[in-house]
């Protein structure tokens, strides 16, 4: 089974860092496109950052400069460094694959448990 488990989330102030590892089982990382995702509470759950297969990036602008997405192939893991964290960054940080057309939206079939990110002013 495709099986996705999220850590590193904490409490940081603005203007901190964190990093958040997405450990993964069932799947090779290296040939999968993966994604990370947030969901502040009454809110859409919004698209973060994705890494292809082929190792090519996108991210939300709201995270462009700060944010970048990577993965380990040995350990199969995949990786989001936050820098400059501000107050808007706290929510629930999600990873996912099986990426569908719609990703930018939440399409994706497998996604992990979470983990919670709060930034303080």
């Known amino acids: 089974q495709v099986q996705l488990v999220e850590s590193g989330g904490g409490l940081v102030q603005a203007g901190g860092s964190l990093r958040l590892s997405c450990a993964t089982s069932?799947?090779?990382?290296?040939?999968?496109?993966m994604a990370w995702y947030r969901q502040a509470p009454g809110k859409q759950r919004e698209f973060v950052a994705r890494?292809?297969?082929?190792?090519?990036?996108n991210y939300a602008d709201s995270v462009k400069g700060r944010f970048t997405i990577s993965r380990d192939n040995a350990k199969n893991t995949m990786y989001l460094q936050m820098n400059s964290l501000k107050p808007e960054d706290t929510a629930v940080y999600l990873c996912?694959?099986?990426?569908?057309?719609?990703?930018?939206?939440?399409?994706?079939?497998?996604w992990g448990q979470g983990t919670q990110v709060t930034v303080s002013s």
């Open positions: 069932g799947i090779i990382v290296r040939s999968n496109d």
């Open positions: 996912a694959t099986g990426l569908l057309v719609t990703y930018a939206s939440g399409g994706a079939l497998y």
């Open positions: 890494i292809t297969s082929g190792g090519r990036t």
